[in-house]
């Protein structure tokens, strides 16, 4: 799964009359970095409120000073620049507190960014805190049936998703967004949050048609909303982009990755993170085409990038870390892929929590890794804890599951343990058999695996109808060429052995060798 770059709407507060003389008019400030802002105009937005913010030191008006810096702390979330965001907005907080008290209806937006900010670094705790003070406070303020709650409960359909919960946060953004359609003027940059939203849920579920279409939806209300050119369409192209490489649709999302690279690149102003995860995905794009250089090019400018935005301990790094380190893998390097793959895990571990998918999916690139080394004992670990954390994470039936136990049986095989690797190819097959569309190749190693470990156990008929299952899935995919077909043909081979039909044993063979001779001079 590509890394996902977040759309998302933020609230800006409005301040109300200008100062008396001798001071700027905060207002006009705010009001003209709204402006800004609501352009994508972020760093231009940022000096507007500040200059705000300095016409209201030591001027006895709360409200005025805590507008000016919650949307300060707005356009520094926006730019990535989190830690200056959370100081204005806790700041923010604190003046509407002292002037007001802490259920005030003031603090509802301002709580909602910085439980947005806390979500971004990772302390979901925090972020969870913050989010149910909100909804607390704007439930007794305007009840559950106004727009305003709707966004709060879009802010914690957001966390809900960072957290992995994606049925909850699902069925949070799903009441957000019924309740936004509801009302008469429907705030559009929180439809457009929510949308997007619901759509990198699916995305997690492996459901990328719908999620095409929430996204294509978003993105024709916020270009109604704010113009073609505006930075959020960028980011929502490029999490479109992440379901068109999920349907194979790879030029497509080529096209909308580059494009969307290059419309945040336009903007000198704007200093966006995502613009780090674009290129490690269009990095994805190109591997999966066989594009190998260009892709590992973009992969090291992408944590080039990274560690020059938010330094070497940042925790966006981890996936493309492992993502590099996958690669250089594939390229015949393993001992710079382990050294990526256990720096990725080290940040992982650090900023995730116990239950994170994408934790899950580090320790299985890590465990392979070491599997395919001969580093048996420690792959057996790594890819015990993958399975371990994905399962609590997406389920105990998703797909990439598949692979962690085919990894896994594996490695109990070469331990000697090979009850315990029939068992975990059994529990593979169990879960790729009813999604055989999002499993293929891992589908066919654990027939193939299984058959071998039943083949050694003197079971040939069930050896044999595992090898035929793989050989007609390979069928229908029409891919005989698979190296996974090679597997299979002598595995039946070695079946027809044992059974003492060498006619069979012979043609299966023949075949196995005439695939692999071409897969060597295509």
Known sequence: MPK????????????????????????????????????????????????????????????????????????????????????????????????????DQTLVATLTLLAHVEREQGRLDEA?????????????????????????????????????????????????????????????????????????????????????????????????????EHPEIA????????????????????????????????????????????????????????????????YRRAIASREKLAGPEDAELSLALSNLGTLRFLRGDSAEAKSLLRRALALAEKHSGPDQAQLGGILLNLGLCELASGEVPEAQVELGRAVAVLRRALGPAHPTLVRGLNGLAEARVRQGDAIGGQSLYRRSLEIADGIPAASGPDRLIALNGLGHLLRLDGRLSEAEQLYLRALGTLDQAGDQRDPSAVETLLGLAAVCRDKGQTWRASGYQKQALEIRAKATNP
């Open 128 to 228: 969870d805190a913050m989010m149910a003070r909100a909804l607390r406070i704007a439930g007794k303020a305007w009840g559950p049936d106004d727009a305003r709650y709707a966004r709060c409960l879009a802010g914690l359909g957001s966390i809900l998703r960072a957290r992995g919960d994606y049925a909850e946060a699902e069925a949070v953004s799903r009441q957000a967004l019924a309740l936004l359609d509801r009302v008469d003027r429907p705030a559009e940059t929180a439809v457009v949050t929510t949308l997007n939203d619901l759509a990198l849920v699916a995305q997690q579920l492996e459901r990328y048609g719908e999620a095409r279409q929430l996204l294509q939806r978003a993105l024709v209300v916020q270009e109604k909303l704010a113009g073609p």
């Open 4 to 103: 996902l770059t977040v759309a998302g709407s933020v609230i800006l507060l409005s301040c109300g009359s200008a100062f008396a003389s001798g001071h700027p008019a905060p207002a006009d400030a705010n009001r003209a970095g709204t402006q800004a802002f609501e352009r994508g105009h972020y760093e231009e937005a940022a000096r507007l409120f500040e200059t705000a913010i300095a016409s209201n030191e030591g001027v006895e008006e709360a409200t005025e000073l805590a507008v000016s810096l919650s949307n300060l702390g707005a356009a520094r979330a926006k730019q990535g620049r989190l830690a200056e965001a959370e100081r204005a907005l806790r700041r923010s907080a604190s003046v509407s507190e002292r002037a007001f008290g802490p259920e």
């Open 235 to 298: 980011h929502l192209e490029a999490n479109l982009a992440a379901s068109e490489a999920a349907l194979g649709r790879h030029v497509q999302a080529e096209r909308l990755y580059r494009r969307s690279m290059a419309a945040l690149e336009r903007s000198a102003s704007f200093w966006d993170p995502a613009l780090v995860a674009m290129v490690s995905n269009l990095a994805g794009i190109l591997q999966a085409q066989g594009r190998h250089s260009e892709a590992e090019a973009l």
